[in-house]
């Protein structure tokens, strides 16, 4: 057992708040810890790896991680530092969402290590049959209500308005806690630093109800350093479902971010070791135009989330538009994949038959408005700055079903930047 995981996520920017004796319980005895997740998506998304990291590292310093998926809070909503009350979901909804986030988490914890072997709970199965009346009557007694309402959580919601079904969260999360103390031994709680008021409530339900020590260890929210919120993009989340977030855009976020965040995520993100981080960030000091510290993140995190192949997906799909691509290298996209890297750009649809009667690229690109005029694109042309699929064409090219990818597109493009995307029906 390392005993020192305490000090690891200090020097990773890693812990905001720590209870007292937290440090010496983990020092002492392999000690079993969770984090909660709320399923209320059907995916996690990049805000929830910090929790999840913070999992990790308890688990490789000895110590025996849970993952709480809330199928019962889940139906609630948690509402610490949220403006409004979420939309409550059903159980079928919930039930969908926690077996989603239970493949996720299976990628980053070891469920199968005998000794300290992570395990997911769900906290539907001890309060589904819990009636209400013996809740308030076992549970709500022990908190009170002045005690619930000094949390920040709490009293920032009270000019909104704030209902009782939210009010009851930070009960029914102290009960979890209180459930996995007796059940598993659990004596700590992880969680964002916005969830210190929940967990510590927790933490004094154990002391009054059983006289028993637990403790709470919350990391900092993560923002960027120019204040924006950390995760997000114009299209919403950063999700670790390829459906919802491609593989290529993934690891276009973490390759974009400033050398400033890249330097605190790397820390927070990736396993490398103090020794590895400090020397790349001095290779990356040296040449910051290669962006070598950007690129061992987004390598490390989409590989860890992903896989390498898709990985290598992300890497040849930059390739098309930073790099020296081949028409090899494009067929061997996906649809998706392909539509990701060129989202944004022209996009034209012309049936599979007008390829055969129009084979001259300059009726093709006239018809469906992709220059103004044929003149235009026979001056390009001339100039050598028209490519079809990466390779260059001359006036007079002819398109023949041969040039339709594989995955059913043509792709032009005009110089060095300019592209325009033929979807082949």
């Given at each position: 057992?390392?005993?020192?995981?305490?000090?690891?996520?200090?020097?990773?920017?890693?812990?905001?708040?720590?209870?007292?004796?937290?440090?010496?319980?983990?020092?002492?005895?392999?000690?079993?810890?969770?984090?909660?997740?709320?399923?209320?998506?059907?995916?996690?998304?990049?805000?929830?790896?910090?929790?999840?990291?913070?999992?990790?590292?308890?688990?490789?310093?000895?110590?025996?991680?849970?993952?709480?998926?809330?199928?019962?809070?889940?139906?609630?909503?948690?509402?610490?530092?949220?403006?409004?009350?979420?939309?409550?979901?059903?159980?079928?909804?919930?039930?969908?969402?926690?077996?989603?986030?239970?493949?996720?988490?299976?990628?980053?914890?070891?469920?199968?290590?005998?000794?300290?072997?992570?395990?997911?709970?769900?906290?539907?199965?001890?309060?589904?049959?819990?009636?209400?009346?013996?809740?308030?009557?076992?549970?709500?007694?022990?908190?009170?209500?002045?005690?619930?309402?000094?949390?920040?959580?709490?009293?920032?919601?009270?000019?909104?308005?704030?209902?009782?079904?939210?009010f009851s969260?930070?009960?029914?999360?102290?009960?979890?806690?209180?459930?996995?103390?007796?059940?598993?031994?659990?004596?700590?709680?992880?969680?964002?630093?916005?969830?210190?008021?929940?967990?510590?409530?927790?933490?004094?339900?154990?002391?009054?109800?059983?006289?028993?020590?637990?403790?709470?260890?919350?990391?900092?929210?993560?923002?960027?350093?120019?204040?924006?919120?950390?995760?997000?993009?114009?299209?919403?989340?950063?999700?670790?479902?390829?459906?919802?977030?491609?593989?290529?855009?993934?690891?276009?976020?973490?390759?974009?971010?400033?050398?400033?965040?890249?330097?605190?995520?790397?820390?927070?993100?990736?396993?490398?070791?103090?020794?590895?981080?400090?020397?790349?960030?001095?290779?990356?000091?040296?040449?910051?135009?290669?962006?070598?510290?950007?690129?061992?993140?987004?390598?490390d995190i989409?590989?860890?989330?992903?896989?390498?192949?898709?990985?290598?997906?992300?890497?040849?799909?930059?390739?098309?538009?930073?790099?020296?691509?081949?028409?090899?290298?494009?067929?061997?996209?996906?649809?998706?994949?392909?539509?990701?890297?060129?989202?944004?750009?022209?996009?034209?649809?012309?049936?599979?038959?007008?390829?055969?009667?129009?084979?001259?690229?300059?009726?093709?690109?006239?018809?469906?408005?992709?220059?103004?005029?044929?003149?235009?694109?026979?001056?390009?042309?001339?100039?050598?700055?028209?490519?079809?699929?990466?390779?260059?064409?001359?006036?007079?090219?002819?398109?023949?079903?041969?040039?339709?990818?594989?995955?059913?597109?043509?792709?032009?493009?005009?110089g060095k930047?300019?592209?325009?995307?033929?979807?082949?029906?």
């Open positions: 057992m390392n005993s020192n995981l305490v000090e690891e996520l200090k020097w990773r920017g890693m812990i905001h708040d720590i209870m007292p004796g937290t440090e010496e319980q983990l020092n002492k005895e392999v000690t079993t810890a969770y984090v909660g997740i709320d399923p209320t998506a059907d995916s996690l998304h990049i805000g929830h790896l910090v929790s999840i990291m913070l999992l990790k590292h308890l688990q490789m310093a000895g110590h025996k991680p849970l993952a709480v998926v809330g199928g019962a809070t889940g139906m609630i909503g948690d509402p610490s530092f949220k403006a409004a009350e979420r939309k409550l979901l059903t159980v079928e909804e919930v039930q969908h969402n926690v077996e989603c986030i239970r493949h996720q988490l299976e990628r980053f914890l070891d469920f199968d290590n005998p000794v300290n072997g992570a395990e997911i709970c769900n906290n539907y199965d001890w309060m589904k049959d819990y009636l209400f009346l013996d809740f308030i009557r076992d549970i709500g007694k022990h908190i009170t209500v002045n005690y619930m309402m000094t949390k920040d959580s709490v009293k920032k919601r009270l000019e909104t308005g704030l209902s009782f079904t939210e969260y930070q009960l029914m999360q102290g009960y979890d806690f209180l459930t996995l103390y007796r059940t598993k031994g659990c004596k700590l709680q992880m969680g964002g630093s916005d969830q210190w008021g929940n967990i510590t409530t927790g933490t004094e339900l154990i002391r009054r109800m059983d006289g028993g020590e637990a403790y709470a260890l919350t990391c900092p929210l993560i923002t960027k350093a120019d204040g924006t919120k950390f995760g997000k993009t114009e299209g919403g989340n950063v999700w670790l479902d390829a459906t919802k977030t491609s593989p290529y855009k993934f690891y276009q976020f973490w390759l974009n971010c400033s050398d400033v965040d890249t330097a605190r995520y790397i820390r927070i993100f990736t396993l490398f070791s103090r020794e590895e981080i400090e020397d790349m960030e001095r290779r990356h000091a040296e040449a910051p135009e290669q962006r070598l510290l950007q690129k061992a993140l987004a390598k989409t590989i860890r989330v992903h896989g390498e192949e898709a990985y290598n997906t992300a890497i040849a799909a930059s390739e098309l538009l930073f790099g020296k691509a081949t028409t090899e290298m494009l067929n061997a996209l996906d649809r998706d994949t392909l539509l990701s890297v060129f989202e944004g750009v022209p996009q034209f649809t012309v049936s599979r038959s007008a390829i055969g009667t129009q084979p001259l690229l300059v009726d093709l690109a006239a018809e469906v408005g992709m220059f103004a005029s044929k003149g235009e694109i026979r001056r390009e042309l001339k100039q050598n700055s028209i490519s079809v699929n990466k390779q260059k064409v001359a006036d007079g090219c002819q398109l023949t079903p041969a040039d339709i990818l594989s995955c059913g597109c043509i792709l032009v493009q005009k930047k300019n592209y325009y995307l033929i979807n082949v029906e």
